[in-house]
């Protein structure tokens, strides 16, 4: 059987997307720690040291919080897209506040932002946002 070259640029256009569809998601899973540089409604600068923790358990990541104390905390919703990662938690602490990750895996390091949002800003003015780099402990 003869293929036209359009035929042929069409099966390998066709062959390259199956391939790049079927790429595994880069591995993410790991205790991750890093120092976010946040800046409140107030203009209050702080750095706020995180650490975060990714586990695959039965095909699906998932993970902690790690406290101060080095345990296992709130659970974290984790969502992976390629390179991209998105981690949240929400927090039941006067009127809620939901802690955000939005990272991508860059030279093996996590980097992105960290925010912190309350759900009452009348009660608040610590809604904060920073640029944040974690790296995997070893």
């Not at 199956?18 to 991750?32: H, I, S, Y």
């Not at 998932?62 to 992976?80: E, F, H, S």
């Amino acid at each position: 059987m003869r293929y036209s070259a359009g035929m042929k640029l069409l099966l390998a256009f066709l062959l390259a997307a199956g391939l790049f569809a079927q790429a595994p998601n880069p591995d993410v899973t790991g205790r991750w720690m890093g120092v976010a540089d946040t800046t409140d409604e107030g203009g209050t600068k702080r750095q706020e040291k995180q650490t975060i923790e990714i586990r695959l358990e039965e095909g699906k990541l998932t993970g902690n919080r790690i406290g101060k104390d080095g345990k296992a905390g709130l659970k974290l919703d984790v969502q992976q897209a390629g390179a991209k990662v998105n981690a949240y938690v929400y927090l039941d602490f006067e009127g809620g506040e939901p802690l955000r990750y939005k990272l991508e895996l860059k030279d093996g390091k996590l980097v992105g932002t960290f925010s912190a949002q309350h759900h009452n800003p009348a009660k608040w003015v610590y809604d904060r946002v920073g640029a944040i780099t974690m790296e995997r402990e070893k």
